[in-house]
């Protein structure tokens, strides 16, 4: 059992969760996850560890409430239990001092981008970071992200905060700036955003990296369930990944292989408004 | 006293047949196939047993279990006896009663078996074995051990580190199991179904473990939360049962599409997060009409049986040799021939095919024929030209086969592979790091339970061995 110290709001379906596990905090790296099962009969999903503090045995996460399993576990109080965390999983990101980084990070992307923003700020990367997100509401992470970067950047598609547009914006000014042209990318969000940001920089050859979120039961390698298409290899993002380079990634087999359980009606309606929005945001 | 009845009147005794919930009724729900003998047919079948002085049964038993013996003493209706003689070689009876392919060890060499047919030495096995966990009062009683003030870690909590952890407890050891998911008993819980081995027989030895002082802790990847050098450190010595979880991959075109499992996801989802099984169950599966499982092994035999009894109306084997060549427990797969399971024989997938939505649809085929026996000793099925055909189908599991997972081993750079990336190990679980030993899948590829438990008890010895030399 796993004790949830806190439980905060950030915006609107958005909490940061701490939680006692300190094995877990000890051995975490950037980049990893852990697996979470809230109670018997619950699904097993993936989260990013956001932060760990070592020292006091906790981790954090940030969830996003989409389904009824993030909803259940950020309706349970400080105070309660998880009955599950796994981990430290996935491959730690390959941080190095690229020199300039652009950072992008859609919905709940940011919070598995911050613990991206962090370490390459540790490695002495300049960075430049954008943030997009509905409206002002939707937007997380600024206060923590803000003094790791920069230059922070924030868009959103009704003009409420920043940018008014989508995260693609700012990006394509950034490589049009040869001032400005950064060495390396990481891009964290929804697929279309994730494609939409690989087929900007491909022209230049930019290296970009994104962090890649398909279904997962087990998170060690062992059902084959998260696997994606990169080059012509068959990868588990759990274990190869989750991040990956983007140039490589067959983002449409992603995307497809998200909605294998969408069979259920209003999940389907609200799925389908989403997608009409990261459509637009793809074709920008 | 058995030695009262002739061996010709033992001879004149028919084997047994396994009581079995009808098929109609069982291809519908999750419940064990087979009932048990009762206390009489127990009885009956335990007086075919000739006694042989020269024990023929017991050279096909990986293990050794002492059989005259314990069959002897269950003749003798002295069921605390057989049940101690059981337990003095097999940790996992009710396991190994059920799972075995006794028809290829213990049964294959009974000397019944040459005319006629063999003692039904599993049948028998799982009766003792059964009888024991209802009757824990009636049991001989161990006396505990001291205590040696070692301790050893265990990683995995499969057959192979459940034995390990038994034996290990009972000399005296202080033993922690480490175990990657959030529950016990490795493949016997997320790939077995229950209708095989119900939970409850899991739930129970782990019990046993725990009246004997071994702590459980799951949901501790080793490797990842912590590694093999942090546990030798921490402990006097570590037995690796990690077992041999990587699935492989058809690597075909279509893999990739909605509706297409490997079969430790599909096993998994139903198994252990009890998918289409309650009610209250949130982690989905997917479910067709028409499902087709690639591959002839105990593996393909429970997915499509499982397939079957979420609702499939066509429920498909597809082998590329023929029903003689394969590996599955011969009892499997005459269940699921009566559970309606069709068999599509000599026959090779080419691609999984989908609709325009990137659904699975259907699998693309073609017929084999069987030539001379490879280097395996089976015979090599090879293409039929334009023998091209197309099954349809909305659910495709792969059960092709699993290898050595290298989360574990991939953080313990000093730890000895082989070119497959299994775990180099001697007879006795020795690795190349001293204090380290290995058993089970991880050593051996997917082999069985009764070889993994093997594994644990003579790894167990060896520790001991060590522990008491250290
Ligand atoms: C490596 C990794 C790290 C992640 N980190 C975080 C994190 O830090 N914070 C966070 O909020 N979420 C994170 N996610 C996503 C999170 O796991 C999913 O949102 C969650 O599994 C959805 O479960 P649910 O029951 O609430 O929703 P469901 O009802 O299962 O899903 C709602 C809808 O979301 C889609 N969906 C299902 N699984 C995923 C998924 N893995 N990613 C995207 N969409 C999905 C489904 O198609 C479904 O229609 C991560 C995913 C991965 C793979
Ligand atoms: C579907 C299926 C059906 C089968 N049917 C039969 C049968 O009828 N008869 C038979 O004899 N055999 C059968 N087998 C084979 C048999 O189950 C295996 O040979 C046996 O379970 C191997 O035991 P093990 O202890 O080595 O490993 P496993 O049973 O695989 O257990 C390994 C355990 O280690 C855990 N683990 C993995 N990595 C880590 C890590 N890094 N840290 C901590 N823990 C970890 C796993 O989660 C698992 O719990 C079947 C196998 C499958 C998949
Ligand atoms: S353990 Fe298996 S092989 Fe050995 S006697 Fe029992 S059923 Fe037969
Ligand atoms: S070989 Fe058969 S008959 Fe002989 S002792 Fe073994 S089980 Fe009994
Ligand atoms: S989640 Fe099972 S292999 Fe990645």
């Not at chain 2, 049964?57 to 057989?82: H, K, N, Q």
């Not at chain 2, 096993?267 to 499982?293: F, Q, W, Y």
């Not at chain 2, 105990?298 to 394969?326: F, H, K, P, W």
């Amino acid at each position: 059992m796993f004790e949830i110290i806190s439980n905060d709001i950030l915006a609107e379906n958005l909490h940061k969760l701490v939680v006692s596990a300190p094995r877990i905090a000890r051995a975490r790296k950037a980049g990893q996850f852990v697996m979470v099962r809230l109670a018997e009969g619950e699904e097993r999903i993936p989260l990013t560890i956001g932060d760990a503090d070592a020292a006091a045995g906790t981790i954090s996460l940030f969830i996003q409430a989409i389904g009824a399993s993030t909803r259940r576990i950020v309706d349970t109080p400080a105070g309660g239990f998880i009955r599950d965390v796994a981990g430290p999983l996935g491959k730690e990101t390959h941080i190095a001092n690229w020199g300039r980084v652009v950072c992008v990070g859609g919905g709940v992307g940011t919070a598995v981008l911050f613990p991206l923003v962090k370490a390459l700020a540790e490695a002495g990367n300049q960075i430049t970071t954008i943030i997009g997100g509905r409206s002002s509401r939707y937007i997380i992470l600024a206060d923590e992200l803000t003094p790791l970067s920069e230059t922070f950047l924030v868009t959103t598609e009704d003009g409420s905060l920043g940018y008014k547009g989508f995260v693609t914006g700012p990006l394509s000014e950034i490589l049009a700036d040869p001032e400005r042209i950064p060495q390396a990318v990481f891009a964290v969000g929804p697929v279309p955003m994730m494609r939409a940001v690989a087929e900007m920089t491909r022209p230049q050859g930019i290296e970009t990296i994104v962090s890649l979120n398909p279904i997962m039961i087990d998170g060690t390698g062992m059902c084959g369930g998260c696997r994606v298409q990169i080059g012509t290899e068959t990868k588990f993002a759990c274990v190869d990944g989750p991040e990956f380079d983007a140039h490589l990634v067959d983002f449409d087999g992603l995307g497809d292989r998200l909605t294998s359980y969408r069979q259920n009606e209003a999940e389907a309606v609200r799925h389908a408004a989403e997608d009409c929005k990261l459509a637009k945001e793809a074709a920008l | 006293m058995t030695n009262k009845i002739s061996a010709k009147d033992r001879m004149a005794i028919e084997r047994t047949a396994m009581p079995e919930l009808p098929a109609e009724v069982r291809s519908r729900n999750f419940e064990e196939v087979n009932l048990g003998l009762s206390y009489q047919q127990a009885l009956d079948e335990a007086r075919r047993c000739l006694q042989c002085k020269n024990r023929a049964c017991v050279a096909g038993c990986p293990v050794g279990v002492s059989i005259p013996e314990f069959i002897d003493a269950l003749a003798s209706e002295d069921l605390p006896r057989a049940a101690q003689v059981l337990r003095g070689d097999n940790a996992l009876p009710a396991v190994c009663g059920r799972v075995c392919p006794q028809e290829t060890q213990c049964e294959a060499l009974c000397v019944r078996g040459v005319k006629g047919e063999s003692v039904a030495i599993g049948y028998l096995e799982r009766y003792v074995a059964d009888w024991a966990m209802r009757h824990p009062d009636l049991l001989l009683t161990e006396a505990a051990p001291a205590a040696t003030g070692k301790s050893v870690a265990v990683v995995g909590c499969g057959p192979a580190g459940l034995t390990a952890a038994g034996e290990l407890a009972r000399k005296g050891h202080k033993v922690t199991i480490f175990e990657a998911l959030h529950d016990t008993g490795g493949v016997l819980r997320y790939g077995i179904p229950e209708f095989r081995l119900p939970k409850e027989i899991i739930d129970r030895e782990v019990a046993v473990l725990s009246r004997l002082g071994v702590a459980i802790e799951c949901n501790v990847i080793i490797g990842k939360t912590l590694t093999i050098s942090e546990l030798s450190s921490e402990f006097d010595a570590v037995f690796i049962a990690n077992g041999a979880g990587l699935p492989t991959m058809l690597n075909i075109p279509g893999e990739n599409l909605k509706g297409v499992y490997a079969a430790n996801e599909f096993l998994t989802r139903v198994n252990l997060m009890e998918a289409g099984r309650r009610e209250d169950c949130n982690t989905p599966i997917i479910k067709s009409r028409e499902v087709a499982v690639i591959g002839g092994g105990n593996t393909a035999m429970d997915c499509v049986r499982t397939a079957r009894r979420l609702g499939a109306e066509r429920a498909m084997i597809v082998y590329r040799r023929s029903e003689a060549e394969m590996p599955a427990r011969v009892e499997e797969i005459k269940h699921a021939k009566e559970e309606g399971v069709e068999f599509v024989m000599l026959t090779a997938p080419l691609a999984i095919i989908g609709n325009d939505q990137r659904w699975v649809s259907g699998l693309r085929c073609q017929r084999m024929e069987l030539g001379p026996p490879d280097e395996s000793g089976r015979r090599k099925p090879s293409p039929v030209p334009g023998s091209e055909f197309e099954l349809s189908a909305g659910v495709v599991i792969n059960a092709v086969g699993t290898s050595a997972n290298p989360l574990l081993t991939a953080t313990a750079p000093d730890l000895a592979l082989n070119k497959w990336g299994n775990i180099v190990a001697s007879e006795t679980g020795e690795t190349s790091i001293p204090g380290v030993f290995a058993g089970g899948d991880i050593v051996r590829g997917g082999a069985t339970v009764i070889l993994a438990m093997g594994d644990g008890k003579s790894a167990a010895a060896a520790i001991d061995e060590y522990l008491k030399r250290k």
